[in-house]
């Protein structure tokens, strides 16, 4: 991984570059982006879009995507069934590759994928230990390659922080927080931390934070948007740390009061690492897992295909499962939810774990989670009893966690775009020079 930009045009666009670019723009629309509450595709977003696309064809290159994605696994058990990569993982990495095979058969140079995985940016924060997020990564890249053997391509790619600032086996990494005197971060959940991934952490919030101060004033003052935010991501992690081993001997109010502290060092890391990818891949077509507006820079998209796959919000009631209005400002991921396989469905569906245990302990189904083999990675497979009928739609009042609090902190993001990370983006010069002279090369 280096910091790159392409060559300019050494001769006049073709017709055929332009064409193709526009192919490979309704291809994103109909196979990968997610529309979102006041979405702006057709309002500037789709003309945004294919700019940076043709970026590419205009000069012949392979179009080059990166998506900050599949950090590892939620702590809570209430949403998964294990700290390692499964099923929901192995349908995202299809789907990845299935869209830069399809660019492929469009635009003959094809399509390149990152998956700028940010588990160490935030483990720490979300009660996940470095040497989880190195085990899950290490299997998520050994699905990825059976996945790309499979399919004769080498389509995604796999970065992390750690491969960002390429400090792997380097002699300079032991003296590195002493030479450039890079301050430590704040720790409010008791988690493994490792030496490589947390010097990396304070390398990017020491050179690419946002100001701290101003985003404390703007809550302090009550600034609505972003007082919404820290509410939001207060109540997600509330959730979120519900169950974890530190935070069983807390009451609620304690609890409380965590979260709050965790919220505001999320914010500071979103902001930083957002920065981070901004500078480091400033020529590729940015996109999310989280809701946007789809204005640009950033483009939501859907890691399963909302074709045969359903969110669902509990396995009970007749009701047509899918992602319908309510779920539009949360995209389901494998790393908060389960897949789930209903016997004689044609659909799989995606659930917090709870939502199967439960259905399965109540009678309304039998079966169980299916350890993942070759050919399918792990996931539950159950069989409808008489009594019971087709899975209810995802998020409805029930998920009112989710609702209040993830959803709050989605929405201003799709709102609010890049001005969320325009606080004070003040690199120091030389930190700045050290960050590219570390950046990897691929």
Same mark, same amino acid.
């Given at each position: ?72 696994? =939620?702590?809570? +058990? ?15 990495? @299809?789907? /990845? #590759? ?122 302090? =003052?009550?600034? +609505? ?15 979120? @740390?519900? /169950? #974890?081993?530190?935070t069983k001997n807390m009451t609620k109010s304690q609890r409380k009061k965590l979260s709050v502290k965790v919220s505001f060092e999320m914010i500071m890391r979103n902001q930083a690492y957002s920065n981070l990818v901004e500078l480091l ?54 790393w908060h939810n389960c897949v789930v396989e209903v016997t004689g469905d044609p659909n799989i569906y995606v659930g917090k774990s709870k939502v199967i245990i439960d259905a399965l302990s109540k009678g309304l189904y039998k079966g169980s ?74």
């Amino acid at each position: 991984m280096r910091l790159h930009l392409l060559p300019g045009i050494d001769h006049p666009p073709s017709h055929l570059s332009q064409l193709q670019a526009q192919q490979i723009v309704e291809l994103f629309n109909r196979r990968l982006r997610h529309t979102s509450t006041n979405d702006q595709w057709e309002f500037g977003g789709r003309e945004y879009f294919k700019d940076r696309i043709y970026y590419y064809t205009s000069r012949e290159l392979p179009c080059e995507f990166c998506l900050p994605a599949f950090p590892c696994k =939620s702590s809570n +058990p209430n949403k998964v069934m294990g700290s390692m990569p499964d099923r929901g993982e192995e349908m995202g990495l @299809l789907k /990845l #590759h299935g869209f830069a095979r399809e660019v492929e058969e469009i635009y003959p140079p094809g399509a390149k994928v990152w998956i700028i995985s940010d588990g160490h940016v935030f483990s720490d924060c979300i009660g996940v230990g470095d040497d989880i997020v190195d085990s899950y990564t290490s299997k998520l890249v050994e699905m990825n390659n059976r996945v790309s053997a499979e399919q004769v391509s080498n389509r995604v790619k796999f970065a992390s922080l750690v491969d960002l600032f390429d400090l792997k086996n380097s002699y300079e990494a032991s003296n590195l927080a002493q030479d450039l005197n890079i301050p430590g971060i704040n720790h409010y959940v008791d988690t493994c931390l490792e030496d490589e991934a947390e010097l990396c952490r304070c390398i990017l919030m020491s050179g690419c934070q946002s100001d701290r101060a101003a985003l404390r004033k703007k809550i302090d =003052s009550g600034d +609505p948007a972003i007082l919404a935010l820290y509410r939001g991501f207060s109540r997600f992690m509330l959730e979120d @740390l519900e /169950l #974890h081993p530190a935070t069983k001997n807390m009451t609620k109010s304690q609890r409380k009061k965590l979260s709050v502290k965790v919220s505001f060092e999320m914010i500071m890391r979103n902001q930083a690492y957002s920065n981070l990818v901004e500078l480091l891949f400033p020529d590729h077509v940015r996109l999310s897992i989280h809701a946007h507006n789809n204005s640009g820079p950033k483009f939501g998209i859907q890691l399963f295909e909302k074709e045969f796959c359903k969110p669902i919000g509990m396995l009970s009631q007749s009701a047509e499962a899918g992602f319908n209005s309510d779920d539009l400002l949360h995209i389901p991921t494998p790393w908060h939810n389960c897949v789930v396989e209903v016997t004689g469905d044609p659909n799989i569906y995606v659930g917090k774990s709870k939502v199967i245990i439960d259905a399965l302990s109540k009678g309304l189904y039998k079966g169980s989670w299916k350890e993942g083999r070759r050919e399918k990675a792990g996931h539950f497979q159950v069989e409808r009893l008489e009594t019971a009928s087709a899975p209810m739609p995802a998020m409805k009042t029930e998920d009112r966690h989710e609702k209040t609090g993830l959803t709050v902190i989605l929405a201003f993001m799709s709102r609010n775009g890049a001005n969320l990370y325009r606080y004070s983006f003040g690199f120091g010069i030389s930190l700045y020079k050290r960050l590219i002279s570390w950046v990897p090369r691929y």
